[in-house]
């Protein structure tokens, strides 16, 4: 799948985007994936929401190979 990173997850990643092959899975099973490639996001796994093909994910949503996911930290306005 595709993985897209934005704001300062870039930095944190060192990447905006980048493919992750972990099947078929639901949101824990993307994380657990996604630490293993990328272990300095576990400080912000608790404030970071995921997107499943330009939705927002909920627990139930099943990210599989073909999907693009993105990683969105809190916006702060101004």
């Known amino acids: 799948m595709q993985v897209l990173f934005f704001a300062h997850l870039k930095e944190v990643t060192g990447c905006a985007q980048a493919e992750l092959s972990c099947g078929e899975v ?3 099973g993307l994380w657990e994936a996604l630490l ?11 404030m970071v929401r995921l997107t499943c ?23 702060s306005g101004g």
């Open 26 to 28: 639901d949101a824990r």
């Open 36 to 46: 293993e490639r990328f272990p300095q996001l576990a400080p912000y796994r608790s």
């Open 53 to 75: 093909n330009a939705h927002y994910a909920t627990s139930e949503t099943r990210f599989g190979p073909s999907d693009e996911v993105a990683l969105i930290p809190p916006v």
